[in-house]
């Protein structure tokens, strides 16, 4: 499948941004395993760089309260 490059983004940052949310559901759960927690707080780090890089910095907040969330327990 090609994809014309607006929809590959468009895919891209849906996909990333739902991503987000599974990793903000995770946080607030004392049963996900530490190392998954670990794991997706790096990605979520990164999932905020490129966002911020790419000028979708609205989300910034969101983003760093769910890695802090990820990172307490």
Do not use: C, Y
Not at 30 to 39: F, G, K, L, S, Y
Not at 49 to 62: K, L, Q, S, T
């Amino acid at each position: 499948m090609k994809l014309p490059d607006d929809q590959l983004q468009r895919l891209a940052l849906h996909s990333a941004f739902g991503l987000h949310l599974i990793a903000k559901w995770m946080a607030g759960r004392t049963d996900v395993d530490p190392e998954i927690r670990d794991r997706l707080s790096v990605h979520i780090a990164a999932l905020e760089g490129v966002f911020a890089f790419n000028g979708h910095d609205w989300i910034r907040e969101e983003i760093e309260s769910t890695e802090a969330a990820l990172q307490s327990h």
